[in-house]
């Protein structure tokens, strides 16, 4: 695009996606990834044989997922806030959206297949682990470990492509 010669575009431009995608993730596209989400996690939960279940729901209009499992033989649940497991999805998403205005469409679709491919894999087993908190110490560890953690991967992913595709280079 002629209007993405320069750097300052180039960021103007990014910041407006990055503001509406942040927008349309308010007004529910969190709410459809976090069901997505939550579809895999149950499904993988299911093929290996668990019996928990992990859902999205809205608790004193704050959004969570709620594990469901059963601890010796009772049933109970326990909640987990989805800010710092989803959010990092608004970056990620800005980023490979800005990625189909300054690359060629095949490089910006494949960065986009490994970058959520890996992003989507790490918040399912993100959420595996969750369900496991209560029953062991390694997933109580690992969750403890990846918590806080999800902001710093989008940026490694957002940092990892502008290392081998250079969009802010001088030209």
């Given at each position: 695009?002629?209007?993405?010669?320069?750097?300052?575009?180039k960021i103007i431009f990014l910041l407006i996606i990055t503001l509406l995608i942040f927008i349309g993730w308010q007004i529910g596209y969190e709410a459809i990834h976090a069901r997505i989400l939550a579809w895999f996690t149950n499904g993988?939960?299911?093929?290996?044989?668990?019996?928990?279940?992990?859902?999205?729901?809205?608790?004193?209009?704050?959004?969570?997922?709620?594990?469901?499992?059963?601890?010796?033989?009772?049933?109970?649940?326990?909640?987990?806030?989805?800010?710092?497991?989803?959010?990092?999805?608004?970056?990620?998403?800005?980023?490979?959206?800005?990625?189909?205005?300054?690359?060629?469409?095949?490089?910006?679709?494949?960065?986009?297949?490994?970058?959520?491919?890996?992003?989507?894999?790490?918040?399912?087993?993100?959420?595996?682990?969750?369900?496991?908190?209560?029953?062991?110490?390694?997933?109580?560890?690992?969750?403890?470990?990846?918590?806080?953690?999800?902001?710093?991967?989008?940026?490694?992913?957002?940092?990892?492509?502008?290392?081998?595709?250079?969009?802010?280079?001088?030209?």
């Amino acid at each position: 695009m002629r209007l993405l010669n320069s750097n300052r575009n180039k960021i103007i431009f990014l910041l407006i996606i990055t503001l509406l995608i942040f927008i349309g993730w308010q007004i529910g596209y969190e709410a459809i990834h976090a069901r997505i989400l939550a579809w895999f996690t149950n499904g993988l939960l299911k093929i290996s044989g668990s019996h928990k279940i992990i859902k999205y729901e809205i608790s004193d209009r704050v959004p969570i997922f709620m594990v469901y499992e059963l601890i010796r033989g009772k049933g109970t649940r326990f909640p987990q806030e989805i800010g710092p497991i989803l959010q990092p999805t608004v970056i990620l998403l800005a980023w490979q959206l800005f990625l189909f205005f300054v690359l060629s469409l095949k490089q910006a679709f494949r960065l986009v297949l490994i970058n959520f491919g890996i992003f989507l894999a790490l918040q399912v087993f993100f959420l595996v682990q969750l369900t496991g908190y209560h029953a062991s110490s390694v997933h109580k560890f690992l969750y403890s470990l990846m918590v806080d953690s999800f902001y710093i991967i989008a940026l490694i992913l957002v940092i990892k492509d502008t290392l081998f595709y250079p969009v802010f280079r001088k030209k």
